[in-house]
């Protein structure tokens, strides 16, 4: 079956701190990946997305590239800030099909100022 | 900004109390799904629906009920709460283009005493 691995926090840094989140996955077949971050007390939203192989996902100065050869899309940041503190969740579909949308147990970030 | 709302945010009632959490969303979406959230923050998809009188099953068994009776509308129902069926139940719907994208509400925080 598909999975998403997620590298385990939680993780602190300090204002400013590069940021990688580690993400790898299992899946019979191309994936679209997709990172959503849980900002505290909210619901998920979509951070970024890539939905073939050598694309990369960027949005709030967060990138992330979809790497086929390793099946990794890892998460970075080049200075965090602490607003960034959040949950952070790696996921993948099949088909583009949010029903089979698979999530990682996603990894806590607290930016300390 | 969130199309998609949830009520109540937070809710404490007594074991054996039949409850109902809100889902509606102005998107015009026609897939809708519910997530529960335990503590270790994963997801677990518990319900889903593709549409008006259209309702699944997810990967994680719930002793919950769903109706969808209109498009915007997606309530989550127990009939009899207990502690066991205290966790975080998120709402989410995706759009048509079926992408994988899903757009969450900011949850309902559910405490069975």
């Known amino acids: 079956g598909n999975s998403v691995t997620q590298m385990e926090g939680p993780v602190t840094l300090s204002e400013e701190a590069f940021l990688t989140i580690n993400c790898t996955y299992t899946a019979t077949g191309y994936p679209s990946l997709f990172w959503y971050v849980q900002y505290p007390g909210e619901g998920l939203q979509l951070l970024l997305k890539a939905t073939k192989a050598d694309d990369k996902g960027s949005n709030k100065g967060f990138e992330a590239t979809y790497r086929k050869e390793t099946t990794s899309f890892h998460l970075e940041k080049g200075s965090v800030q602490v607003s960034d503190s959040a949950v952070y969740f790696c996921a993948l579909t099949l088909g583009g099909s949010a029903r089979q949308l698979t999530f990682g147990s996603g990894t806590q970030l607290t930016v300390l100022p | ?113």
């Open chain 2, 1 to 113: 900004e969130a199309d998609i709302y949830q009520t109540p945010r937070y809710l404490v009632i007594g074991t054996g109390k039949k409850i109902t959490l809100e889902c509606s969303q102005t998107m015009g979406h026609d897939k809708m799904y519910w997530y529960q959230q335990d503590p270790g923050m994963e997801l677990h998809l518990i319900h889903y629906s593709y549409g008006v009188n259209s309702t699944e099953k997810g990967d994680l068994s719930s002793e919950s009920t769903v109706s969808r009776i209109r498009t915007e509308h997606f309530p989550l129902t127990l009939e009899s709460a207990r502690p066991s069926h205290t966790s975080q139940y998120l709402c989410a719907s995706g759009g048509t283009a079926n992408t994988g994208e899903l757009f969450f509400g900011e949850g309902s925080r559910l405490t069975v005493l």
